[in-house]
């Protein structure tokens, strides 16, 4: 179970550019939390997009709203990707892969060619035991059998875990 929220500037990413990046930043986690590309993992990814108003985002002390016509597009196009992953095999390497996936994800789909400066991608890890769906509470352990997960993986997930 991953949930990855987009959190931007009103207006920044068109519905074209959303459903882009609701598929790239699905895969830029699912590829390295189940060591494969497995589309019928995809049910367990979520992506929420949340915008703000100008006035109720800051970069440099400054609103959005007043950084007027002469800032730097690249500063004031604030952007943050925060990554929820259940516990697993989450190795400083793999986090890096993760966060660097997500990060040729957007300006991909924005139409850039680099990452801007004002853009911050987050990575956290929710304890084994504490992420609940369907009236109860979940285990990435139960999933290592559901045949998305490579072998390796799955061995590396119970490693990380103790199981």
Do not use: N, Y
């Amino acid at each position: 179970m991953t949930v990855t929220t987009v959190t931007g500037p009103k207006g920044r990413l068109s519905p074209e550019r959303r459903r882009k990046l609701a598929e790239t930043l699905t895969d830029a986690a699912l590829v390295p939390e189940v060591g494969q590309f497995a589309p019928a993992a995809r049910v367990g990814f979520q992506v929420h997009f949340t915008e703000r108003e100008a006035d109720m985002m800051a970069i440099s002390g400054r609103l959005l709203a007043d950084a007027g016509p002469e800032a730097d597009a690249m500063v004031i196009d604030v952007t943050v990707m925060d990554v929820t992953v259940m516990d697993g095999d989450w190795s400083q390497e793999v986090r890096t892969e993760v966060i660097q996936r997500a990060l040729v994800a957007m300006p991909d789909a924005c139409g850039l060619a680099e990452p801007s400066p004002a853009w911050w991608v987050t990575f956290r890890v929710i304890d084994e035991g504490s992420w609940g769906s369907r009236g109860t509470v979940l285990s990435v352990l139960s999933l290592l059998d559901s045949g998305v997960f490579t072998a390796e993986k799955a061995e590396a997930v119970r490693t990380a875990l103790g199981a």
